[in-house]
Structure formats: structure tokens, C-alpha cells
């Protein structure tokens, strides 16, 4: 990747498949630097949820494209603690299991969804600093950030850090099936038609499936501080 250092836009984008640690990584890369995080995943967390709520069948592009348009979302960060609600509900925890995740996947591949969300995805950096996560915000939603990082790890050790997730929640599981659903979900982002997972062309890639999440931290930083941001 060329560093772009000194560039006016202030977004730094990590993208990559589920269960990676894009979203641990984000939300401390957002508190050294003190920035804003965008967590784009629990937008179409969101937007699955309220098709739900609202009995929207997910089949149906346009009604799913239209729950999309009129999202009724805050995210309020307070104390270091971020708390999501959907229509004055705190959904914080709900988004994250996985009947959500999975009709979230089976969702975003509509491009009129995707379109629903985009603006609202890139106002999010009008006026402030942002730690962009998801699955295209390099390639796609902010093409022109400074830095890009492209976070990955083998479906195995994916499958196995969403089990110990899910015990410390006290949730049982089955690696097989978590394993199962990673490799589907996988399938369906790198192969959909509108804005598949890849890494972008000026992507910093890490493999993090022998990493300590420490390991990779420092490493970002060290990137970010190259950049200059």
C-alpha cells in the first residue's frame, strides 16, 4: 500500500470476513486516537432486526430496501461503552447473535439495501475523525481513506474464537455448525454481485490466525503512525 501521509481525510478502514477481530481491533484503534468507530456490520444487523420486528419478508428487495432507507438507529458512546438502539430500543446485545448475523448475510447482498445504506454510511465521516469497519468500506464506501487494512483468519480459528464468544455469554455451541456457518457466510460475501469481500488494492493485509490481538494492535498503530493521521 502506498501511506498517503498527510491526507485531509481522516478514515481509517479494516475490513474483513466475520469473526477475524475486526471489531475488537476497530473499537481500540478508535479509543487510542480517540475517534469515532462505524461499525457498518451492525447497520445490516440493524436493518435484519427491524425486518424482523416489523414481519418484512427478506426475500422481498424493495420492503428490506425501504426498512434500510428510514433505519431508525443512534449510537450513543458513552464512558467507552457503546450502546446501539433500533427505534428507542437498546439492541446492543440482540444484533449480536447469530439468527440476526445470519439473516444480515443473507440481506446484504441486495443492491438496493446496500444503496439504502451507503450515504449513511459515508455522513458518518462528515464531520469527524472514523474508524470504519466492515466488509467493503476500503473498496467501496471510502475508497480514498489514507489507510486500509484488510484483516483475515482461517475459518478454523474464526470458528473457534466465535465458540469461546458465545460460552463466555453462556450460550452452548457446536463447532461444526459455527464452522458451517462462517464458510457459508464466507461463500456468500466473496461471491455476491454487489460489492463482494476483497481486500482493496492498496489494502495493509494481516493475517491474524497465529497473531495475538495485541501483536496486530501494535502493528496498526505502527501503520497509523506512518500515515501521519
Not at 419478508?57 to 457503546?82: C, G, T
Not at 489514507?146 to 470458528?159: N, Q, Y
Amino acid at each position: 500500500m502506498i501511506l498517503q501521509k498527510g491526507s485531509s481525510m481522516k478514515v481509517i478502514t479494516i475490513d474483513g470476513p466475520g469473526g477475524a477481530g475486526k471489531g475488537t481491533l476497530s473499537s481500540l484503534l478508535a479509543q487510542h486516537l480517540n475517534w469515532m468507530l462505524l461499525d457498518s456490520g451492525a447497520l445490516y444487523r440493524l436493518c435484519a432486526l427491524a425486518v424482523s420486528h416489523h414481519s418484512i419478508d427478506p426475500k422481498n428487495e424493495a420492503a428490506v430496501a425501504a426498512i434500510a432507507e428510514h433505519l431508525d438507529v443512534k449510537f450513543v458512546n458513552e464512558n467507552s461503552k457503546l450502546t446501539i438502539l433500533l427505534e428507542g430500543q437498546d439492541v446492543t446485545k440482540q444484533i449480536r447473535t447469530e439468527q440476526v448475523a445470519k439473516l444480515a448475510s443473507k440481506i446484504a447482498p441486495f443492491k438496493k439495501v446496500r444503496q439504502s445504506l451507503l450515504n449513511r454510511q459515508r455522513a458518518f465521516a462528515d464531520d469527524q475523525s472514523l474508524i470504519a469497519d466492515g466488509r467493503d468500506m476500503g473498496t467501496i464506501v471510502f475508497p480514498d481513506a489514507p489507510i486500509k487494512f484488510f484483516l483475515t483468519a482461517s475459518a478454523d480459528v474464526r470458528a473457534n474464537r466465535r465458540v469461546a464468544q458465545l460460552k463466555d455469554m453462556g450460550k452452548e455451541t457446536n463447532f461444526d455448525e459455527i464452522l458451517k456457518d462462517i464458510q457459508d457466510r464466507d461463500d456468500r460475501d466473496m461471491n455476491r454481485e454487489v460489492a463482494p469481500l476483497k481486500p482493496a488494492h492498496d489494502a495493509i493485509l494481516i493475517d491474524s490466525s497465529d497473531m495475538d490481538i495485541n501483536d496486530v494492535f501494535e502493528f496498526m498503530k505502527s501503520q497509523v503512525e506512518k500515515v501521519g493521521l
